[in-house]
């Protein structure tokens, strides 16, 4: 998010007698004319564009420009953006009041571009403005344009603040910028999301050091991106904390960020331990449906008469499975504190059934390992184990 834009327009280009074409100007004009209902919404937008161009690059000029066009920066709101709104709310509330901070130009650019083809996605980091570093966050966007990745910021790219107020001034720097000169001014959290093979750290940020330096690691940003879109949500989570740390806790805007990663990683871990968890009940109580049909059939001294070959299976198979039930809870830890009580109640419960599973199945081998006649002496009546859990 920008703080401010320091004399926004105090550079002016001396306009020539014969002047070229600008570039995407035709782009430009005919994305300037698109339909008020096609507007509402960003699947109406998106198929405007892909009705009207072909090219790549054609299509995320037009996202570009429809974005800083019809977007104004909400200066009342720059320091107080609204963190319980899903993207789609920010995007709905855009596009209906045509104002926002810039994670709502992202939201709404990031969402056109994947819907008309374009893989992107936003990035979020803090910003260096005339040497000093910003004091609050922002978010920017990158797409991949002819299989490169380009760095676009609609909300600077829509002009700026002057004197309080937001200035509309269409500013293609921030349009199809390459990672390695963006990353003069624009540094994510992240250090995969600069997209160079040798990732400046925080401390080169501040310092202005942002030359490329061979004598680092090289760092293959492709492959990792393509490992990370594969990876686990609970993967993505972890690595980008770790990335985030090893690049240096440089101020307060890289720290929050670290910290909210931890615990979106811990909220992650908590419910796929729980869903975990939920599944391990599940089986288990199949189990005990299955150890309590063989404990009744004991009762009833093996009654009606089965082989040897399925009493054993009638006792193994239950066992097995309360056998795997207690491997697999011990593998859970991360509940949260309202679960915790849960797991270990349930890992008291497992054990309980499988020292009973154990039992029923050394009687079992006891009684295959007996002639017929002292078979018959062996029953007494056992006690069913409880019931399922809910």
């Not at 690595?239 to 307060?252: C, D, F, T």
């Not at 029923?360 to 006891?366: I, Q």
Request: glycine share 4%; hydrophobic share 40%.
């Amino acid at each position: 998010m920008r703080k401010l834009l320091h004399s926004l327009f105090l550079l002016v280009s001396v306009v020539c007698l014969a002047q070229t074409k600008p570039a995407y100007s035709d782009v430009d004009s005919k994305m300037a004319k698109i339909p008020l209902e096609l507007s509402a919404s960003t699947t109406g937008i998106a198929k405007f564009i892909s009705d009207n161009f072909k090219t790549d690059s054609d299509k995320i000029r037009a996202v570009f420009y429809w974005t800083t066009i019809n977007i104004s920066y909400d200066v009342p709101n720059m320091f107080v953006p609204n963190q319980l709104e899903s993207p789609q709310e920010k995007i709905e509330k855009t596009l209906k009041t045509r104002k926002g901070v810039c994670i709502h130009y992202a939201e709404v650019f990031n969402d056109i571009s994947n819907k008309i083809g374009i893989k992107s996605r936003i990035i979020e980091g803090y910003t260096k403005q005339n040497g000093a570093i910003a004091t609050i966050a922002h978010a920017w966007c990158a797409a991949k344009i002819d299989n490169k990745w380009l760095v676009f910021d609609p909300t600077w790219g829509a002009g700026g603040v002057q004197n309080g107020k937001f200035v509309r001034k269409l500013n293609n720097t921030f349009f199809k910028a390459e990672p390695s000169k963006i990353i003069a001014s624009h540094m994510p959290f992240d250090y995969m999301w600069q997209f160079l093979n040798y990732p400046v750290t925080n401390a080169e940020f501040y310092a202005g050091k942002i030359q490329v330096d061979k004598t680092k690691k090289y760092f293959d940003f492709e492959k990792e991106i393509d490992r990370y879109e594969k990876a686990s949500e609970t993967d993505q989570l972890f690595e980008s904390a770790a990335r985030i740390e090893k690049n240096g806790i440089k101020n307060n805007l890289i720290l929050e960020y670290y910290n909210v990663k931890k615990k979106q990683w811990n909220a992650v871990m908590q419910n796929t331990n729980v869903d975990k968890m939920n599944a391990i009940v599940a089986e288990f109580n199949e189990a005990v449906l299955q150890l309590n049909d063989f404990i009744m059939y004991r009762n009833n001294k093996f009654k009606p008469t089965f082989s040897d070959e399925k009493i054993s299976q009638m006792i193994q198979i239950p066992r097995e499975k309360l056998t795997k039930c207690q491997n697999d809870i011990f593998k859970i830890s991360m509940v949260g504190t309202e679960n915790a009580s849960n797991l270990m109640a349930l890992k008291n419960t497992i054990a309980d059934a499988v020292v009973q599973a154990e039992d029923n199945a050394a009687f079992v081998k006891n009684y295959l390992n007996k002639s017929k006649l002292v078979r018959k002496t062996m029953f007494s009546k056992v006690s069913w184990f409880g019931i399922p859990l809910n």
